[in-house]
């Protein structure tokens, strides 16, 4: 016996909705947060910096953590260093992060390879100083205030590595070296 029009549309509907049930989206805060970058300083030791001013909106199934996307923003002029002239002097120099000119960064993924129950590459274009690169961000969630990956927040540790050259930042090789890590730790509260 057929099945009436209407019941299998209403069958369809029902089962799209489920499809898509899982997905969640995580506007992050800045309680507890960090996004730091590390470089080695003339050989002899690691200069760290920490920007104080970031957002990011996160798309997450757990089921399906190869849908995962991220859009980050760290705005360049919150960068905050234990010597405040040292922070000065790389906020607003050319050779620098030029933060007049190019006040924000920022990074969309727009893939993500899944390395684990947890764990995922992203891989998406970073845009720094004016240059757009494809780069890679290696993600770690971790279970959030309901303990797992579908509660109302979400831990995200992260970490890539950046070549200044890439970007044009290319003077005072003698200073600093080309390649600067990042390292992201970030809470998510679920939109």
């Excluded at 995962?68 to 923003?73: D, I």
């Excluded at 998406?124 to 959030?144: A, D, P, R, T």
């Amino acid at each position: 016996m057929k099945k009436p029009l209407l019941t299998l549309l209403a069958l369809s509907v029902t089962y799209t909705g489920v499809l898509h049930a899982e997905t969640a989206n995580y506007i992050s805060t800045k309680q507890y947060g960090s996004v730091f970058f590390r470089v080695m300083q003339q050989q002899y030791l690691y200069l760290v910096g920490r920007f104080d001013d970031y957002s990011a909106q996160l798309e997450l199934d757990p089921n399906n953590l190869s849908a995962t996307k991220l859009t980050a923003k760290v705005e360049m002029g919150s960068l905050n260093l234990a010597d405040s002239d040292v922070s000065e002097t790389l906020i607003s120099s050319s050779a620098w992060f030029n933060s007049s000119l190019f006040p924000i960064a920022t990074f969309t993924s727009d893939s993500a390879k899944v390395l684990s129950e947890n764990k995922v590459i992203l891989e998406g274009e970073l845009n720094f100083l004016g240059i757009s690169k494809l780069w890679q961000l290696e993600v770690e969630f971790l279970g959030g205030s309901d303990g797992n990956l579908e509660g109302s927040s979400i831990g995200m540790h992260a970490t890539g590595m950046i070549n200044r050259l890439d970007f044009g930042m290319d003077q005072y090789r003698n200073v600093a070296a080309d390649e600067v890590g990042i390292e992201v730790n970030v809470k998510f509260n679920r939109n």
